[in-house]
């Protein structure tokens, strides 16, 4: 499948000097919120295996990003999870959506089950026939074991592999070939295998008002994950004529194979970014996404020590308006950043030329009172200075 939702999560940092982590269920929290994911372009390098690597993504050109709820479980058949929504296919163009519950243990986190809600959808493109339907019917389904995404302890070299069987069930009313809501199901045989193959600091984009700036730095683990689906199809109990399946795209005992890269990190259940490789051999990325919940408040050492003095206050005659003041060393676009109590920036002013800076600045229509959080950041997203601002109006 190469659909894939992923999720985002408020995360603290590691920062400082480059160290290999182990990831375990202490620093792995399975926990409910919406994050937010970014998708990324197609033609970004693909990252280098190994060990202590650099994989600088901070610049990579965005290409949409959208918010992921992570609920709590009301589903009795999965107490105690995490679900989210996720997609699939039952054949090539036959696309459902069903929710994928996560568990954490003191061994491993992965998905537990699925529940898919009752869908139906037109075949007449298809089929040619006016009437002919496609229902997925509402169903949950326990995994006979977990699709592990994390084993613990998990560090360079660590290696994991999960077996199941997997039950997708539909109903198909196809008029030509007299089928009328027969019952149709797919029974796939899952392998899914990982190993930690590399480690090292990570960058990703930050999507924000003014366009993507670089993330702080993350150290993290990067995990090959390979995906072989054996599908078998079956109709009114019985195995489905190549007759039907052939104009479905679909065959016997065909083999279903997906190739990813996942970072992981400290603090986070979602990965910090995903390639995902669709079925060629780790050369040409089908889709890619990263994390949106990645910070710039931990510098490292280096710009820490770079950092510049800074005033920022409201002006005294107009409430609508902020002084910034400060001296910019070099030229390119600085930006000022204002957040508020969520995360959610709320303003953001580009600062173009070197030497004494003093300006007025505008504060949006909008912005409401409050306890604002403000970064200073250079070109090269580094962040120079940081603090908080009370507006009152």
Do not use: C
């Amino acid at each position: 499948m190469k659909r894939i939702i992923l999720s985002l999560l408020a995360t603290s940092l590691a920062a400082g000097v480059q160290a290999q982590i182990t990831l375990t269920s202490a620093n792995v929290p399975v926990t409910a919120g919406t994050r937010i994911e970014n998708q990324g372009d197609l033609s970004t390098p693909v990252p280098t295996r190994g060990a202590n690597q650099t994989w600088n993504y901070g610049n990579m050109a965005l290409t949409g990003s959208g918010n992921i709820p992570y609920n709590n479980s009301v589903n009795a058949q999965f107490p105690g999870a995490i679900e989210k929504p996720a997609a699939g296919e039952l054949v090539p163009g036959w696309v459902y959506y069903y929710q994928a519950y996560l568990k954490g243990t003191s061994t491993n986190f992965g998905v537990v089950g699925h529940e898919v809600k009752l869908q139906r959808y037109s075949l007449a493109q298809f089929t040619g026939g006016a009437n002919d339907s496609l229902i997925f019917q509402a169903q949950s389904y326990t995994l006979p074991a977990t699709d592990t995404y994390l084993q613990f302890p998990a560090t360079i070299n660590s290696g994991w592999q999960t077996t199941h069987k997997h039950i997708l069930n539909a109903q198909i009313t196809v008029a030509m070939a007299m089928l009328n809501k027969a019952p149709m199901q797919r029974r796939s045989y899952v392998t899914l295998t990982d190993s930690v193959v590399g480690w090292g600091s990570m960058r990703v984009p930050v999507a924000s008002l003014a366009g993507p700036y670089p993330s702080a730095p993350y150290q993290a683990l990067m995990i090959k994950r390979v995906e072989v689906a054996v599908d078998s199809f079956y109709l009114n109990g019985a195995p489905a004529s190549p007759l039907l399946l052939g104009p479905l795209g679909v065959t016997q005992g065909q083999i279903r194979r997906n190739n990813k890269y996942k970072f992981y990190r400290e603090n986070a259940m979602q990965p910090l970014m995903v390639f995902d490789f669709g079925d060629n051999n780790f050369t040409t990325p089908q889709f890619i996404v990263s994390d949106n919940s990645v910070s710039i408040v931990g510098a490292t050492t280096k710009e820490q020590a770079a950092k510049l003095p800074v005033q920022l206050y409201p002006n005294p005659t107009n409430s609508s308006t902020l002084t910034l003041a400060f001296a910019k060393p070099e030229t390119g676009n600085w930006q000022l950043r204002l957040t508020d109590i969520t995360g959610r920036e709320t303003f953001v002013q580009t600062i173009k030329n070197a030497g004494a800076i003093k300006q007025t600045l505008a504060l949006p229509a909008q912005l409401k009172n409050g306890l604002y959080s403000w970064q200073l950041l250079d070109q090269n997203g580094a962040v120079r200075n940081a603090g908080k601002l009370n507006v009152i109006r």
